[in-house]
């Protein structure tokens, strides 16, 4: 199931070191990304399905815009020292004991200040039960309980009268019940859950409920409101607490990822600056708003993978481009990428197209793109800098291709763009004979005879950054990590999100 998931993030404040309190000189931690709240998820043994739904907390994490995030699937030999650079610690974790010293670490983390995020199956470890595999069977193995683990959540799994369990798996409505608090302040007081609706946990005495729901008969619930979200005081830290986030349909509702960012962002910092609003409006998004344009040309599936999983992009796909540019783009996308190959184009998106690229948007333009609108020649000559010729035109002869070419390619010149790709060696289509610009500033170059030799350049337009790579035919192109990294920077690059102009 698909976790990419839309979450907005507002006020980015730098947590401190251990402290628990803002501003503090320790804030930018080496390779950590300045600003974020720093968060560590233990996982690696569950009786859920942990391979899943550990990526998609990490990706809710991630896409709030909020969150720097590591995950640690083996979490016995985890020390204090380990910890330390973290702000919170979120456990997707139901399985074996730690051993004292990773669990030493976690109580002094907590205590000295920092924040414990404890999701669902995670309610039940260290309760001296005896151990779930998957499928939730019993393995015959029983192991002490950790007591003050068990103080630290607030609220856990027993076997003992009346017996903690859960109904059928259904939708359920929850409802805060402290809405002062900084997790509950400004959102709706109701909001549908997709799970189990756990019942007769144990509830210590510093446990703070935020939240519960009716726990309804005919689902074989128990007929009372049960508490669904809790908070606890530990030493100088926090702990929130969500009995919610059985798998990857809980995960999707948006009631689960809202109260799990903002109970995250406060047991981290003791406040919530992301927003209340359960639809996050676009408007808000930290992501790069991408449009990718296709038709025209045969293309493999593979292609879309450039786009998939990278955290800071929401794409979405135009099949032609009289669908892309029927209406304006401007407030809609941050950036353009044609893969398409366009001869036709109304006078009407001539202008939704002028007018996305005159409101400063960028553009990136990728391989037989450059054969797109050639009798255009505002679109060849001053935006894109380049153009295939399909036929002879002005003294020169129609441009050539050739399939399967092994090229090397090498930098040209030291860019945002091309930091991460080094030399490029693969296979891929060459282009021969096409006009290029004087005016464009090259960044890739191959020295294959099919080629012209440069395959990647910044247009000289003045009003947006466009870049064109002629390199992209096929899937060993697009699965290429070196290509994959051109393409995502290349696309930052031309929303104004790394770098500057060519040096």
Not at 146 to 172: C, N, R, V
Not at 308 to 327: I, L, M, P, Q, Y
Not at 481 to 498: E, K, T
Request: hydrophobic residues 35%; proline residues 6%.
């Amino acid at each position: 199931m698909n976790c990419k998931l839309r979450c907005a993030a507002v006020g980015l404040v730098a947590v401190a070191l251990f402290s628990g309190q803002l501003g503090s000189s320790q804030d930018t931690i080496p390779f950590f990304k300045p600003g974020k709240v720093r968060a560590l998820i233990f996982s690696g043994r569950n009786n859920h399905d942990w391979r899943s739904t550990t990526p998609c907390l990490k990706q809710i994490l991630v896409d709030s815009g909020r969150f720097d995030v590591r995950v640690e699937g083996e979490p016995t030999g985890t020390t204090g020292a380990t910890l330390a650079a973290y702000d919170v610690l979120v456990l997707d974790y139901n399985g074996p004991r730690w051993g004292v010293a990773t669990e030493k670490g976690v109580e002094d983390f907590v205590n000295s200040g920092k924040g414990l995020v404890v999701v669902h199956g995670a309610s039940y470890a260290f309760t001296g039960l005896e151990l779930l595999g998957d499928g939730h069977k019993k393995m015959g193995i029983k192991q002490p309980a950790w007591p003050e683990y068990l103080k630290m959540i607030g609220g856990y799994w027993s076997e003992d009268a009346p017996k903690t369990g859960h109904g059928q798996y259904h939708s359920f409505s929850v409802k805060y019940v402290n809405p002062q608090h900084p997790i509950a302040q400004g959102v709706k007081e109701k909001f549908w859950a997709t799970d189990e609706l756990y019942h007769n946990m144990r509830m210590q005495p510093g446990a703070s409920v935020l939240a519960t729901a009716y726990d309804d008969p005919k689902y074989g619930g128990t007929g009372k409101d049960e508490p669904i979200l809790w908070t606890v005081a530990y030493g100088k830290g926090r702990v929130f607490h969500t009995t919610l986030g059985h798998d990857l349909t809980a995960m999707q509702e948006p009631g689960f990822r809202d109260s799990f960012l903002r109970g995250a962002e406060w047991a981290a910092t003791a406040s919530v600056t992301l927003p209340p609003k359960l639809d996050h409006p676009e408007a808000q998004s930290p992501y790069l708003r991408i449009l990718v344009v296709t038709g025209g040309h045969d293309y493999p599936t593979s292609f879309y993978t450039l786009f998939e999983g990278v955290e800071d992009f929401r794409w979405s796909h135009a099949a032609t481009n009289h669908e892309a540019f029927s209406s304006d783009l401007r407030s809609k996308y941050d950036v353009l990428v044609l893969y398409d190959l366009s001869s036709q184009i109304s006078e009407s998106e001539r202008t939704n197209l002028k007018d996305f690229l005159e409101n400063g948007k960028g553009v990136v333009v990728l391989h037989h793109a450059i054969a797109d609108y050639t009798s255009w020649d505002w679109w060849s000559r001053e935006v894109v800098g380049g153009k295939y010729l399909l036929n002879p035109e002005g003294g020169l002869p129609a441009s050539t291709f050739k399939h399967d070419e092994e090229l090397f390619v090498q930098k040209v010149v030291n860019h945002p763009i091309t930091a991460r790709v080094g030399a490029l060696h693969l296979w891929d289509e060459t282009y021969k004979g096409m006009w290029i610009s004087p005016d464009v500033k090259v960044l890739l170059k191959t020295d294959n005879s099919t080629s012209d030799g440069p395959v990647a350049w910044i247009s000289p337009y003045p009003k947006s950054r466009v870049v064109y790579i002629q390199l992209g035919h096929g899937e060993d192109a697009h699965r290429h990590p070196g290509y994959r990294d051109l393409v995502a920077d290349a696309i930052r690059w031309v929303a104004g999100r790394i770098g500057g102009p060519i040096q």
